[in-house]
DNA sequence: CCAATCGTTCAATAATTATTTAACAAATTG
DNA sequence: CAATTTGTTAAATAATTATTGAACGATTGG
């Protein structure tokens, strides 16, 4: 992804919006690295200053995009849980606020996609191993295609142990431990 | 991203190239997560079974791609480190490797982004804070506007209290310490 | 209960990214 | 040192993703 050519922000009136705009540019650059469409970066940098919860047609207006890709961008941000929509609305219009906890936007964020990660592998290794096990243990193997076997079982037998590091990681992650030297909340 | 249907690898000849091909999807898929291009995930799946180094010219044969495009994947593996090219060469021919522990991959792979990210954003807050904390210090500043710049500092100190803490975070992540409890090796 | 409006989805289009082909410089062998 | 051959890059093309506009059901306020 890239900085969108289309739908430009507006531009900086005072120097305090060209502020905002470099901070902005540098989260939405952030979350590019991590897979995030750039401009959906930029929405959670937009409502990361707005400090007042916002509506579709407060960021369409912020971001000069359609509504329909802010609706698309706003659950994103929901989905990796770096926003969340408010149960009140006003006149009609559903109203959204970003985590402007980096602390606990950051554990939302890689907590997802680390669990979405193992959950897929997961997925992959319990499909694989027992019928390969199953394969080492045939009489009609022959003997080069065993050996070739073991050599794959022993390595997904690492990347087991490996996810289930991982796991522990991400729970430990969720509980918070890793942030008990912080600063300031 | 998403699978490609250009260059599509050879099709599983034996049972257990065909848990192979399971693997290196859902390890593609893992890493397209991140933002890494999909094939490339492949290749580094390809890379992470073979067992001994490779040439661009095998790669090229595993995932049915140009050489042009092999010589991109190794290089964006080799830049997050879960590859890396040997000194020798075979008849002419470059020789690389895949990191095979998991959990040096996985360091190598989160600290290098992470630290991308940590240089964004701190370039970003170094470039705009002392120019901010300037603007509220200035006399002929409404009250009005050093109220709101005075907001936004705040959650830029946040941030910066954040990325010392991720800083540290990344540091702890490349000594090793938390693979102290690890099973395997 | 009707008219207006919100948010979502689908299909179309625009924009970006992935991949290839071709050209080239560096290295190497005979 | 000439002829190959390698790996990289640039430019062109193919494929995918982002964004929009329009249509629709749901909701709500009159």
Redesign the interface.
Known sequence: MKKATSGKMKKPA???EE??G??I???A??M????VNYSFGQLYGIM??E?KPMTLEKMQASMNMSKSNMSYAVRALIDSKMASKLKEKEERKDLYVAE????KA?QSFFAT?LQ??ID??R???D??IP??SE?ILELNTTEE?RK??L??LH?????V??Y???Q??VNDLQSGI??E????G
């Open positions: 005072t120097q305090r502020f905002r470099k901070i540019d540098a989260l650059q952030t590019d690295l991590y897979g990361f200053f400090d402007t906890d980096f602390f950051f996609k979405r990660e897929v592998m997925g992959a290794l499909a694989v019928p390969l394969t295609e070739l076997c050599e794959d390595k997904l037998k690492h990347a142990n490996y289930e590091w991982l522990r990681f890793y942030f030297g912080r600063q300031d």
